[in-house]
């Protein structure tokens, strides 16, 4: 299955059987309130029975992935943040030596390949590149990426790149 | 006398370890402090607050591998509503992990903050293990990195610390599980049930 999340609507033809869409700006989804619950007390659910408890199966069932995201101090803008920080069920509390590093044990995360396109409104510097770069990679051990790509954009243009990337998922 | 505000931008704030960080600040600081959470409501009111104090302590936990969304939003409310007299900004970054180096993104996203902003880098701490260190044998660590903390801001040197669980990977993994199934076990979740390949009832 492939997933797209976007922080924003995308205006083209997305529709296909094995693609997910998500524009999670006309999602209700709420923060994460850091309670454990996912963890210790209703194992893999979230206790906030919102939009996003239908998201993070599709996070961990997606052998492609999509995000759209706006960039904000090298990180996910809020409204991708809120969504991934919402993404904690899939993973249990107990810890596993990953990469010569302590991390979370994975529940059924299906390994992936993801794109994330990300935007700002108007060109990005290197050094905030840089830090998103490194947060990727450190994402990619946390949410079972076997590899991915980060394309750099301006917000003028994430239409046409995303379009154009999903095209491509279509042709293939 | 400085005066320093520190902000607690845990989602769990009343009841998360960044609030337990903050009081041993407190209590080795002989600067005056004030301490306050981040909710979601009051991002302006605080910015109108920092005019008054001469640093900002921002204290939190790392959060799916960055700054958890509310400081994002306070900052942005900030570098919207910044105050007429900017504090230096100190950072105390805490994960669960054994690795203090896995904060180092979330600081690098503070020091870019800073810098776009005009704000002056103070001091950072960056903790590992730091979920379970303050009810571990190895609670002086994270105490005593909290002190240096707190006099580095005194003084004005601004320095970086950090500190972890001085244990072999292999024997925190057996800690940390250890931890988390007693935790489990006090909810009446066995170690089996948290172990659950499933999620939302689905297999994936």
Known sequence: ?172 | MEKVLILNGSPRAPKSNSKRYAEIFMRYSSNEVTYQNITRKNHLELCATLDGYSDLLLVFPLYADALPVGVLEFLKVLEANPPQHRPVISILINCGFLEYKQNKVAMQMMELFCRRNGYRLGAQLMLGSGEAILDSPFRFIAVRNIRKLARSIERGTYRTFCATMPLPKKIFQWAANRYWTIYGKRLGITKEQMQTMKIESQNS
């Open chain 1, 1 to 172: 299955m492939k997933l797209i999340l976007s922080d924003r609507p995308l205006h083209f033809p997305i529709l296909a059987d094995d693609i997910r869409y998500f524009d999670l700006s006309a999602l209700k989804i709420a923060n994460c309130v850091g309670c454990f619950g996912c963890w210790t007390k209703t194992p893999g659910r979230c206790v906030i029975r919102d939009d996003a408890t239908r998201i993070y199966p599709c996070i961990a069932a997606s052998d492609r992935l999509l995000y759209v995201s706006r960039l904000r101090y090298g990180s996910y803008d809020s409204v991708m943040k809120t969504m991934l920080e919402r993404a904690i069920p899939v993973q249990q509390a107990f810890i596993r030596i990953h990469c010569r590093e302590t991390h979370h044990v994975q529940r059924a995360v299906t390994p992936k390949k993801a794109t994330i396109i990300v935007y700002a409104d108007t060109e990005i510097e290197e050094e905030e590149r840089q830090i998103f770069r490194q947060l990727v990679i450190r994402n990619a051990y946390n949410m079972n990426f076997e590899s991915f790509e980060i394309l750099f954009t301006t917000e003028s243009q994430v239409n046409d790149l995303a379009k154009e990337f999903v095209a491509q998922w279509k042709k293939y």
